[in-house]
C-alpha cells in the first residue's frame, strides 16, 4: 500500500512544515531586509531571506503539483482542502 501525504494526520503535517519554516526563519537578520539585499546575486548577502524564499518557492511547486497530479476531480478537492486545513492549522 502506498502511504499519501493526505493519509497522514493533519496536525502533524502543519508542524513539520512549520518547523521547517521556523528554523529557516530563525537566520534571517535585520540587516537583511536592508536596501533589498535579498536581491543580490551574491549568496553572502542576506542568506536567511534568500533560503526562506526557496523553501517557499519550493512548497508552494509542491502543493500545486500535489493538486494537478490528481485526474480525478474529487480527489483534487480532497488535496486542495487538506492544503487549506493545514495552513489553517
Not at 8 to 26: G, I, N, P, S
Request: charged share 25%; no cysteine; hydrophobic share 45%.
Amino acid at each position: 500500500r502506498t502511504i499519501r501525504f493526505i493519509d497522514l494526520h493533519l496536525t502533524e503535517v502543519a508542524r513539520q512544515m512549520t518547523r521547517l519554516d521556523a528554523a529557516l526563519f530563525e537566520t534571517i537578520e535585520t540587516k537583511d531586509f536592508l536596501d533589498v539585499a535579498w536581491t543580490s546575486k551574491n549568496p553572502q548577502v542576506a542568506p536567511g531571506v534568500k533560503a526562506i524564499t526557496k523553501q517557499f518557492n519550493r512548497m508552494s511547486n509542491w502543493v500545486a503539483s500535489s493538486i494537478m497530479r490528481e485526474q480525478d476531480l474529487q480527489r483534487r478537492s480532497m488535496v486542495i482542502a487538506f492544503f487549506i486545513q493545514a495552513a489553517e492549522e
